[in-house]
């Protein structure tokens, strides 16, 4: 039997490239070892590909204004959230069937990443670039690493996508 792989985005990370901040990556295992198996992974790195290389200052979400920033930790007037943004827009994912992304990222993160107001964090932000993809990929199904550690989440995510591939 012919093993055909599902294209599912990731970002990159996830998959062990050393692309984060410190020159670090969040390999996850069952990504890598299991669903590798199945589906074929797109890595993404929206930071890598803004152009901020890697060592890179660690960046942190900030509400002003009542509008959600990017922004680099020590130097706050470092807001990337327009390149960010610029780059989610120019990404098309029409042959994807599904995306996990990195949890927490202020550029990944799915759901309750921090956002800071007056130093003080709250759990409902939102990562600058998976907001964007998934406003322009509403039938995308996505998920975070964390949540496929749950059983029911990821027997979800995995019908999600075999159902958008078929
Ligand atoms: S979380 Fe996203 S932006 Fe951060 S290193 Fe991973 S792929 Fe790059």
């Known amino acids: 039997m012919i093993n055909i792989k599902v294209p599912v985005g990731i970002s990159s990370c996830l998959l062990g490239e050393p692309v984060r901040f410190d020159k670090g990556h969040k390999r996850d295992a069952y990504i890598v070892g299991t669903l590798s198996h199945y589906f074929y992974f797109r890595p993404f790195c929206p ?3 803004i152009g901020l290389g890697e060592p ?4 942190h979400l900030i509400k002003k204004e009542d ?6 930790i020590k130097d706050p007037s470092h807001d990337v959230t327009d390149r960010l943004r610029d780059y989610a827009e120019q990404q098309h994912h029409p042959d994807l069937c599904g995306y996990i992304v990195k949890k927490d990222s202020p550029s990944c993160g799915m759901e309750r990443v921090k956002v800071f107001t007056n130093d003080i964090p709250h759990r409902d932000g939102v990562g600058i670039y998976a907001e964007v993809m998934m406003r322009n990929h509403p039938l995308l199904p996505v998920e975070e690493e964390g949540r496929l550690g749950d059983a029911g989440l990821r027997e979800n995510f995995i019908q999600r996508v075999y159902v958008l591939y078929r």
């Open 47 to 49: 930071e890598m590909a």
């Open 56 to 59: 890179r200052p660690t960046m």
């Open 67 to 72: 509008a959600v920033r990017c922004v680099v």
